[in-house]
């Protein structure tokens, strides 16, 4: 069983900051790519950054600059440094993470934070 627990949502203003984190826990085997993905009310879900195990980074056109990813892998662990943040920033957000338990490779979700950005 392997599950995904996010942390780290709220309500801020606008300009202001949150650090989302994501911690991986159970039969883990290996951990490859991590991600965040956000869902607003009437949206389809987007991708927001995606890392892989080496490190690699990518992100939406609308957080660059403002939005860093990152990874303890020590820890199974990703994060989301959401700064400059923006009232259409307003949604719940998802980690994701493809993960080998046992014998199989399978994609994970958490089960979302909200994060809410006021004007």
């Known amino acids: 069983q392997v599950q995904l627990v996010e942390s780290g949502g709220g309500l801020v203003q606008a300009g202001g900051s949150l650090r989302l984190s994501c911690e991986a826990s159970g039969s883990i085997f290996n951990i490859n790519a991590m991600g965040w993905y956000r869902q607003a009310p009437g949206k389809q879900r987007e991708s927001v950054a995606l890392?892989?195990?080496?490190?690699?980074?990518n992100y939406a056109d609308s957080v660059k600059g403002r939005f860093t990813i990152s990874r303890d892998n020590a820890k199974n662990t990703v994060y989301l440094q959401m700064n400059s943040l923006k009232p259409e920033d307003t949604s719940v957000y998802y980690c994701?993470?493809?993960?080998?338990?046992?014998?199989?490779?399978?994609?994970?979700w958490g089960q979302g934070t909200q994060v809410t950005v006021s004007s």
């Open positions: 994701n993470a493809r993960i080998r338990s046992y014998l199989r490779w399978n994609d994970y």
């Open positions: 890392i892989t195990s080496g490190g690699s980074t």
